[in-house]
């Protein structure tokens, strides 16, 4: 198991023990898919510890609507991605 999923704090972060399950698992089904990328600078192909950096570096978070949103991407991108199907992101 991973130790910062121990911490309260990223349950505390994102807003509940509810909201990090589903913003996990909503962000391992886009990293499962072709082409999509991890947000983060890691050397691991564990995808579970990619997302918990993203959650802990606030680059992903669950926008209004439970659907995983990137911080800090430019509108190229997030159009390119949205076409794509690999996100739904938001600003």
Do not use: C, W
């Not at 996990?24 to 072709?34: A, C, D, F, K, T």
């Not at 050397?43 to 802990?56: F, G, N, P, S, Y």
Request: glycine fraction near 6%.
């Amino acid at each position: 198991m991973h130790d910062e999923l121990k911490e309260e704090a990223i349950v505390n972060k994102v807003g509940g023990r509810f909201k990090l399950s589903t913003l996990i698992q909503r962000r391992m089904v886009e990293l499962n898919r072709p082409g999509a990328k991890p947000l983060v600078d890691m050397r691991t192909h564990d995808k579970m510890a990619i997302v918990i950096q993203e959650i802990l570096q606030d680059k992903i978070y669950l926008d209004n609507s439970s659907a995983v949103a990137h911080r800090n991407m430019s509108a190229t991108e997030q159009a390119r991605q949205a076409m794509a199907g690999d996100v739904s992101g938001d600003m």
